[in-house]
């Protein structure tokens, strides 16, 4: 069936149970740290940021983990997502290589983000919340979020970093359009908002001071908001394997099993829900895939972080992992792909990588658009910048093939859409996009501040 273009399964194979990878990691990640006692932290330190039923998936050891019903209903909406054969690129590289790749970009906010929006927005449901906040990077897991919390009655806050707040206004829209109520991070709504646009009015935010504002909402509600999180955490990299165990379904309809699997990395999610079911394999049945994750030169959190105990957010508010980090303090430059400017890397996926079972590489911002817009004029598709660097490095091994003269099947995750990234794009086709390289000297500024830490 090599021959097809999409390979798509009914709704009765959406999976009905997550994959958890813990019983199968080859190495153990580490504790959480409580930062005020600086032990390991207590479920219930955690619960008071998390629903409880959230909590007790991320420490199961049980390999499956089933899908609540009223989730898998909600997820009939766009599941099962495509598997797509990119016949056109491949004729475009001329490569004897076999590409494909995973639409996540259906979803009805154009990413795979909803995949862990869904279970989170029930289980604090269940739990009888009325009020949920997050941060959002470049917006898809804002978005994801707003819709999960609308369908619950769920009242959400979104921090969303503010220089994707400035070049992605729509994203802005759809969050508000559901219901939420979006602010630029740094905000005048918190007290670690407030100080930093004290020291710099023009503040551009990233990830950590976002999820750092979200954490002092939580923690001065009483109880009344919980945290949602959009990457990062093993249970969110649980929820997203029904990306991967789609994928490994639709695989066997193409005949085909892949040698390669690269997705982007900013927290892990997307890369881990659809290489875990695959990596799992390698790990208990003796399977050689190459798995390769890709992350931008600019914030280079595995490639080049240290793999050391930090924060998880900017103002020292949150817990502390052993994670790849840049270290807390970091700013990363204002890249297009405002999904991946985090510094840290999740723990599964940083412990995966010091233990060599997984890859890495670092790209640059316009070589990424260089290979979305080959691939968009191939394939149709405009891919989000994030998911850009998943392509650019599938294209990368596709080439190798055709230079090597040896075939190879070849699939990545396209984790959302890019039709509100448009300004990129603009910027990119009107050559005024800035190519973007290793900020050395901020990352060895920030490192300085790592916390201590004694077990």
Not at 35 to 40: D, H, L
Not at 122 to 150: H, I, P, R
Request: glycine fraction near 8%; charge should be negative.
């Amino acid at each position: 069936m090599t021959d097809h273009y999409r390979f798509i399964l009914p709704e009765e194979q959406i999976p009905q149970a997550w994959y958890n990878i813990n019983p199968d990691m080859p190495v153990d990640i580490g504790p959480v740290i409580d930062p005020k006692t600086m032990q390991p932290a207590t479920f219930d330190y955690l619960a008071e940021l998390f629903p409880r039923r959230f909590l007790e998936e991320n420490v199961s050891n049980e390999r499956w983990i089933e899908i609540p019903r009223p989730v898998r209903d909600l997820y009939r909406i766009w599941r099962p997502s495509p598997l797509v054969r990119a016949h056109r690129l491949e004729k475009a590289l001329d490569t004897p290589a076999h590409i494909y790749y995973k639409f996540e970009g259906a979803s009805p906010v154009g990413s795979h983000k909803p995949n862990t929006a869904i279970p989170q927005a029930f289980y604090a449901k269940e739990e009888g919340v009325k009020s949920m906040v997050t941060e959002t990077g470049a917006g898809q897991w804002g978005s994801a979020l707003s819709m999960a919390c609308n369908f619950f009655g769920i009242d959400c806050d979104v921090f969303m970093v503010r220089v994707s707040y400035n070049q992605k206004p729509f994203r802005r829209v759809v969050m508000e359009s559901y219901g939420a109520h979006v602010v630029p991070s740094p905000s005048d709504k918190t007290e670690y908002g407030r100080k930093l646009l004290r020291e710099n009015p023009e503040h551009l935010g990233n990830l950590g001071i976002a999820i750092s504002e979200s954490l002092e909402v939580v923690m001065k509600s009483k109880g009344a908001v919980k945290y949602s999180l959009g990457s990062g955490l093993g249970v969110v990299l649980m929820h997203q394997t029904v990306v991967g165990l789609e994928a490994q379904k639709q695989f066997e309809m193409a005949g085909e099993y892949p040698d390669i699997l690269v997705g982007c990395i900013g927290g892990g999610s997307n890369f881990s829900g659809f290489t875990f079911p695959f990596l799992g394999d390698n790990l208990t049945k003796g399977i050689k895939t190459r798995i390769i994750a890709v992350e931008p030169v600019a914030c280079p959190s595995v490639t080049k972080g240290l793999y050391t105990f930090d924060y998880v957010d900017s103002g020292e508010m949150g817990p502390i992992a052993k994670v790849y980090t840049l270290g807390h303090d970091f700013m990363p430059p204002a890249i297009h792909a405002g999904g991946l400017r985090l510094h840290f890397m999740a723990q599964h996926v940083s412990a995966l990588y010091n233990h060599g079972d997984i890859e890495c590489v670092a790209v640059g911002q316009e070589s990424t658009f260089q290979a979305a817009s080959q691939f968009l004029k191939a394939e149709g598709f405009i891919p989000a910048p994030e998911s850009a660097h998943a392509v650019k490095v599938a294209i990368d091994e596709a080439i190798r093939c055709r230079e090597e003269g040896v075939k190879k099947v070849i699939g990545f995750n396209f984790s959302g859409h890019g039709l509100l990234d448009l300004a990129a794009y603009d910027a990119y086709n009107h050559g005024t996009l800035p190519d973007t390289s290793y900020p050395a000297a901020e990352v060895a500024e920030a490192l300085k501040n790592l916390p201590k830490i004694e077990l």
